[in-house]
């Protein structure tokens, strides 16, 4: 039989596999921009302007921002901002969206080393246990870590800090896939290194202090990059 100190001994805390699942995943950005440039058809919308008006802010903001630099007025913030949720929406129920091969292998080697994998969302909760269950999430050994509703941007440092905490998670030797230079700095706030796997709208941005800055996943070798982060715990 137990004594109550060991039955009330604290859950060992452990080192996880943390990624943005609304861009490595969900490819929220690209559709994004597809929607706008159809909400806006009169314009010649580029990547350029989803960096600079929409990359850190709500959909209504974002369309804001957007309507203010084209000097444009195609409705109100709050109704271009429902059908951009729409469009993201029926995006995330019918868009081609995969786990693909080389994240999969990273998550695999997570696995190998008995870290837990967590995906951290702030889809809607209806479009998240949709696209969760269609992917197979569970079978994959992945599972999702809200931080929000609303497509908040992305995990500020507050986000990463309580998924620790919720998980008894390790910062210090845990390891973030991260997008943007904002979502890096939040991670590396709260403790977690990160390798960066920036896409054609967040290419430009500043990854200092990450552990790596990569093209793709398939370029993690994970047991050197959590080697690089056990030496600077």
Known sequence: MKS??????????????????????????EATLDILKTIFEDQDLQPLHLSRYALNVTPQKAVDQIQTALGIKKGTPKKLADELMNGIRMHLETGNIQVTDALRDVIVQARERGMPVYALTALPEGPREILGDRLDLPGLGIEYAPFGTQLEAYPRADAWLKMCKDHDLLAPVSLALTTSMAATKAAMTAGVHCVAIPDRFTAFQDFSGCQAVVDSPKEINLANVLKQSYATA
Request: charged share 20%.
């Open 4 to 29: 109550s100190s060991e039955t009330n001994a604290p859950t060992p805390r452990t080192a996880a596999l943390l990624f943005e699942f609304d861009h490595l995943v969900a490819n929220l950005r």
